[in-house]
């Protein structure tokens, strides 16, 4: 099938998607987790075709990625079960109002319509992004990365299982059939058929679809998360901090890439610092560098999202040059301050301009689960719409909802 | 000044302005005002040089949206003196949960920073959008069109006044220089400087905005809006509310521009529909033209804002084709259903995808004063981010400021 047709596929499924009602949303999501456990077998199957192919073309992290198991496809189900636990967003009321004229206005969430989810080769995205686009109320088209087809094919087949037992759609779920690049351009050109687009993946795909898109879009994603340890600090609880943005996950994206550290608690502080990351790799801007001992920092070492144990440290002179840097070269995710002055606290939490801004914290709360938002559908990097984690809400458009007796104007 | 330089600036001023208290915004925002009236000569004198040479190449119209007076400059103050009395949004906590693990994550409205609005030929725009986007804690590009470029620089210098004499910084208040198409398509790309770009005009322009920007936008107006009288309406009510949509204001977005008449109703409505709006001209589809004398529908008729004494009619088979027909041919920005039965009230109001969906009431409440929002920047009919009526929040981001005690994840 051209991607054309299944786009107007899903765009036929969209309104049997939105006036379903929660129970038969949640049906269908039960039914799809069984179906994922019970198809077990052919998901695995066609899991080992794409390893076959990948081998010896893709990097062993990229493998250990589109690897599937028994214990991840009941992980995956696991995922779907949870976000049919959660409460519907469709339909909530977020506000109301009672005009002198007698009109009663609501303002009501409701569903998008059709999400497009562009995405690389991680089979699971498959089911968790068809959960969250489908429990929001909206028909679901997947465009995943090409290593990953048979492994994401297999799985939607389970889905729409799962999808039609409840009566829903088989359509309201699709996968793009094309792995090429053509398919990602048509659908950032989809208007009309696509209501909103979510990259998930590596900085080159939200570039392109930044640069190229004429739908709507939601930027996901890249994250160079600073942490300011202030001359006030508790250095122990800065220790913790940073050991645990930085090393307890360093693949993602609200892990810690940037430190900076105020002059008056560099001489306690970075020795100490060095110590206790003795696996990270420190590239050190001059002040720094006269402190203790590590790589110089280079022209790019304060602008790169290294996913990776390494860590750019810089001197600063306070919050206020604190607050310049991040403001220069954050990408706008997660900063932390680690301060036990109230007042510096306040200026930071003010006057930094990202998604999350922590006082005494980790970066890496930034999350969904964390936010109590439930599951997420993706950290949202942008102004617009949603900022930080996108939970079932952030999948939702809103509508006013009218009601009177004749008025007119 | 260049438009990037002039973009420079006020990416500049964003600061200052994110971090202005209530006090030092309505201060400067009844400065503002008090600055237009002061200088309704200067004003005044900039608004006849472009009258003067655009008579003769633009339509009357045009050159009464031109036209200024000492009255439309009051009624400018006046409306930045409304601005100065909302509330003010920025800081306002969306959503505060106290996690398990003690952190303490606040939703809360933030500026988005640098708002540049392009806009057609109507001075009193300059103002009123000024305000806004100064109140909401942002600062603000405006680009309006050549032949109201005079008028303005008069009015922005008078407005720049009153917000330095607030002790805010001029350049949150910039007008572009350049008028020709370039500076709006530099404004439409101008990532990492302009953080939401609202363009306010026609449908080509909105187009244009939405086929090359790379910046974030938020599309606004265009409304071909729908009335659905039902076989269970109470006529007299319905006929009152088509001429209200219709006629009370019909260059307005929110006017009616197509009457779906239920089959069962149509012999009776559709002649009193032909005596009551006499000066309006009926666009008939087949079924229509059968009862009553009019223009036979053309093939776009039902695809057109006409913003004139115009209005499409087409018979339907009920509330699902009345639906279906919105469903294809609407611009999503307010549709009506005129019914005493409250099934099909439901129907129509679950079912319709629509920016504001009306029971008994005229489309031309879609407005934010008549929502209670205060004064609006436009009406958005688009899904991400704000939809219908643009109040003061929703020229806002949100932040996540998040409060621990040393916590790690």
Chains 1, 2 share one sequence.
Do not use: W
Not at 185 to 214: F, H, K, Q, W, Y
């Amino acid at each position: 099938m051209t991607t054309q047709e299944l786009l107007q596929r899903a765009k036929g499924a969209k309104s049997a998607m939105a006036l379903a009602g929660t129970q038969t949303k949640n049906k269908a999501l039960l039914a799809m987790a069984d179906a994922l456990e019970r198809h077990q077998e052919a998901i695995l199957a066609a899991n080992r075709l794409d390893l076959d192919a990948a081998r010896g073309t893709v990097s062993d992290v990229m493998l250990d990625r589109l690897a599937l198991s028994p214990e991840r496809i009941s992980g995956m189900a696991q995922g779907v079960r949870e976000v049919a636990a959660l409460p519907d967003p469709v339909g909530t009321v977020l506000n109301r109002v009672e005009r002198p004229n007698g009109l009663v206005v609501e303002k009501t969430a409701a569903p998008m319509g059709v999400i497009a989810i562009i995405y690389e080769s991680r089979p699971n995205v498959t089911s968790d992004a068809a959960a969250l686009a489908l429990k929001a109320g909206s028909a679901c088209v997947l465009r995943g990365g090409k290593e990953a087809h048979r492994s994401a094919a297999a799985i939607v087949e389970a889905l729409q299982e799962g999808l039609t037992a409840a009566g829903l759609p088989q359509d309201a779920l699709c996968l793009v059939e094309d792995t090429t690049r053509q398919s990602a351009t048509e659908l950032m050109c989809a208007n009309g058929l696509v209501d909103l687009l979510i990259p998930r993946g590596g900085a080159g795909l939200i570039r392109s679809c930044v640069e190229n898109a004429t739908v709507p879009i939601i930027e996901t994603g890249t994250g160079i998360c600073h942490i300011y340890v202030d001359k006030d600090a508790d250095l122990e609880m800065a220790l913790d901090i940073v050991e645990n943005a930085k090393c307890s996950r360093p693949s993602v994206c609200n892990a810690a890439e940037v430190c900076l550290v105020h002059e008056a608690a560099a001489p306690e502080f970075l020795p100490r610092l060095a110590q206790r990351l003795a696996q990270v790799e420190l590239r050190l801007d001059p002040g720094a560098a006269r402190i203790i001992a590590g790589t110089p920092a280079g022209d790019q070492d304060f602008d790169t999202e290294f996913l990776d144990y390494i860590l750019a440290v810089k001197l600063v002179s306070g919050v206020e040059e604190a607050m310049e840097h991040i403001a220069a070269h954050s990408t706008h995710h997660s900063e932390a301050i680690v301060t036990r002055n109230p007042e510096t606290a306040q200026a930071f939490l003010r006057g930094v301009d990202s998604a999350a801004v922590y006082h005494n914290a980790s970066t890496r709360f930034t999350d969904g689960g964390e936010f109590g938002l439930g599951c997420e559908m993706g950290i949202s990097t942008q102004k617009l719409h949603a900022r930080g984690p996108m939970g079932l809400m952030e999948l939702c458009t809103l509508r006013y909802v009218i009601r009177g007796q004749g008025q007119i104007r």
